[in-house]
């Protein structure tokens, strides 16, 4: 949630409206959407009944109803589609919110944190009704004990997003265990991840219905390989989406997690680009996934024959693999779309190539 005040020229049209309640209400249809929180304020701090009646009917990001004797003003900004927060947030705006805590309510979905200091972020989190809240997302570590302390009251959070390089370790484990419902979508790139906090991962009650796991950049390549076979049959039924790129994966933990990824029924991407695997390891891939039905989107990594000692490509050797995954594809029978990804790319010299040309089987090919 970024900090900063409203540009002083909008305050100003704002209180300058605000004066003449006539000329804010007939200018509601064509008040700029910036206008319309700092008019709202100054309208409710006076009192202008009239002035806000009339924006509850025009506000354009969502209403905000009156409930009853009580005067409970609810701020709804959970199906906006706003960057609302950006217009609402500073010090005045927090002051105005807060100097009305028992009458205001704030409502929204997903909550950003971006370097601000511990002190405003529980000013914010204390505002907000957390348990509405489906999304966090906070990309640096500090203060990340803390805010976790807060997710004890998210009975819908749905999506746990992590990705700092320096995420502190073990904190994995607390955050998991703050959980009350099952999470949609996990992702956890580029961290310090151990052996521990996978295992962690497999055992937790909250992380077996995802239908999201991204763990690239994750290195996983001295884990026991059965853990990833674990927390793919606890998701077998309901993941969508998986992502494995960079994690340097061998043949022996592709292996034991392959029959569990058979059984993932309604697998639609998966990547593993940038991890070791030999041209036998492929072909079983290939062989295990193309029992799933929904799988449309397939990105792995060129084997390591095809390259030298040093890591040097070897442009005959890819061609031939190339075409011998094709013949595998051939015989399996299911038209499918394949991608290939060097590592690194030889253009950007990124760790996962996204120039390389489909291999393609059809009926026809």
């Known amino acids: 949630m970024s900090v900063h005040n409203p540009p002083r020229h909008v305050i100003l049209a704002a209180v300058s409206l605000w004066r003449d309640e006539a000329l ?8 700029s959407m910036e206008l319309y929180p700092p008019l709202f304020m100054a309208a409710f701090s006076g009192r202008n009944r009239e002035t806000l009646k009339a ?36 010090a005045s705006s927090y002051g105005w919110v807060e100097q009305r805590k028992s009458s205001i309510h ?13 002190d405003n972020i529980m000013k914010v989190l204390s505002m907000v009704q957390l348990d509405y809240i489906q999304e966090v997302q906070k990309q640096e570590q500090h203060h990340i004990v803390q805010i976790t302390s807060q ?37 956890r790139t580029k961290c310090w991840f151990t052996e521990s906090d996978l295992t962690h991962l497999s055992q937790s009650p909250d992380i077996s219905q995802l239908k999201s796991l991204d763990l690239s950049g994750v290195t996983m390549t001295d884990f026991r390989p059965e853990l990833l076979q674990v927390l793919l049959e ?36 998966f990547s593993l680009c ?50 011998q995954l094709l013949e595998i594809l051939r015989d399996l029978g ?26 393609i089987y059809s009926y026809t090919a």
Request: hydrophobic residues 40%; positive net charge; charged residues 20%.
């Open 24 to 31: 804010a209400i007939s200018s509601l249809e064509y008040l």
């Open 55 to 90: 924006m509850v009917q025009a506000w354009p990001f969502v209403r905000l109803p009156l409930v009853g004797k009580c005067k409970m003003w609810v701020v709804d900004l959970r199906n906006t589609g706003q960057n609302f927060t950006s217009l609402w947030s500073g």
């Open 106 to 118: 704030l409502w929204c979905k997903k909550l950003k944190i971006v370097s601000m200091p511990m």
């Open 151 to 187: 997710f004890l009251k998210l009975s819908h959070f749905q999506d746990l997003h992590l990705a700092s390089p320096s995420f502190p370790e073990g904190c994995l484990d607390q955050m998991l265990r703050c959980l009350k419902s099952p999470l949609d979508s996990l992702s």
């Open 234 to 269: 606890k998701n077998a039924a309901t993941i969508q989406e998986l992502d494995f790129d960079v994690c340097g994966i061998m043949d022996s933990q592709l292996e034991a997690f392959l029959p569990a990824l058979s059984h993932c029924s309604r697998l639609r991407s």
């Open 274 to 323: 940038g991890n070791l695997l030999s041209t036998a390891a492929m072909e079983k891939l290939l062989r295990h996934t193309a029992v799933l039905p929904c799988l449309r989107q397939e990105c792995y990594p060129a084997p390591q024959e095809t390259y030298r000692p040093r890591g040097v490509l070897l442009e005959a050797r890819l061609a031939q693999l190339r075409a």
């Open 334 to 359: 299911c038209p499918r779309i394949i991608w290939i990804s060097l590592s690194p790319c030889p253009r950007c010299g990124e760790d996962v190539c996204h120039h390389m040309e489909p291999i």
